[in-house]
């Protein structure tokens, strides 16, 4: 697994919390292990939407990774239903479903960013940075922490 700058929350240099949801176990481990790659804590699960605005409300988390297609509730309509509560939640859709609508939609309810399926590590990392914005900060790894 690729090595990356820890990204860390600029008011407290605390780890970015995230909510991973989608109805595949699969898919959550898989995101688990990416975010824990970028020094980041899965703070909740979810594999629908319903949960999703539950666990959002539990554990308020700094970004919402979304699968698009679950049952119960999809991730747009999830989306929307969290921002209309929460405006300051920054959620990134993540989803194989990349058609354009699908993409306009969950930008117009409130997702800040998308990412297509399968989900390489870089541009994650890269999208995750872009939204915490100011409220990220990268940090350079050690050279004891890359011997550690």
Excluded: W
Excluded at 119 to 132: F, G, I, N, P, S
Aim: negative net charge; proline residues 3%.
């Amino acid at each position: 697994m690729e090595h990356f700058a820890a990204l860390l929350r600029s008011s407290d240099r605390q780890p970015v919390r995230y909510l991973i949801v989608d109805d595949s176990v699969f898919a959550r481990r898989n995101l688990a292990r990416l975010v824990e790659s970028f020094g980041g804590t899965v703070v909740g699960e979810a594999g629908d939407g319903c949960t999703a605005i539950t666990e959002y409300e539990r554990t308020r988390p700094d970004i919402v990774l979304m699968d698009i297609t679950m049952p119960q509730m999809e991730g747009i309509e999830a989306s929307e239903r969290i921002v209309r509560q929460f405006p300051d939640a920054r959620i990134v859709m993540v989803s194989s479903v990349g058609y354009q609508e699908n993409i306009v939609a969950a930008l117009q309810k409130g997702a800040r960013h998308f990412v297509q399926k399968p989900v390489k590590a870089e541009v994650l990392y890269d999208v995750v940075r872009y939204v915490m914005g100011e409220e990220g900060v990268t940090t350079q790894i050690t050279t004891a922490e890359v011997q550690g």
